[in-house]
């Protein structure tokens, strides 16, 4: 058999893969989207690090983000004020009529916490991220009492 022939000499193709997000942690963001007042405390791992933070409704998240841009100071500021209402318009002529059984593809805290790498603590009052990034997850924050150890379970 020729080397041009031979199954084991030929190139690989390149396998790729998709993250697909956990279903438990999706049904969970589509019932806090139920209600625009609601928060629940949870702690994710994502990219190696933790995140921490109340984990709130999309609307709740699009009601706080609206409002920070007004905030935002400089000569463009007056570019953002219709621009939560442009994003919404683009994303229903993207998406068509509404899919109220579609599950949630993001996942938005509000008082968020970075915690990766050497540096300190990164902490964001809104966050907003892909839920097929998150690697695990877990109801509630770290709790700061705790030593270095961690091993003092309450």
Do not use: C, N
């Amino acid at each position: 058999m020729s080397e041009e022939q031979d199954p084991l000499r030929e190139a690989a193709a390149p396998i790729l893969s998709e993250s697909v997000p956990d279903l438990q942690l999706q049904m969970l963001v589509r019932l806090v989207g139920q209600d625009p007042q609601a928060a629940l405390p949870i702690t994710l791992v994502i990219g190696g690090g933790l995140l921490y933070g109340d984990l709130i409704s999309h609307k709740a998240w699009k009601t706080d983000w609206a409002h920070s841009l007004r905030g935002v100071d400089g000569a463009g500021a007056q570019l953002l004020e219709r621009f939560p209402e442009q994003v919404d318009q683009a994303v229903a002529e993207k998406q068509g009529r509404p899919a109220p059984q579609r599950l949630p593809q993001w996942i938005h805290l509000r008082d968020a916490t970075s915690v990766a790498g050497p540096g300190g603590p990164v902490v964001m009052p809104l966050w907003r991220g892909r839920l097929a990034d998150i690697s695990g997850w877990s109801l509630g924050k770290p709790d700061s009492s705790l030593g270095a150890s961690g091993d003092d379970h309450r």
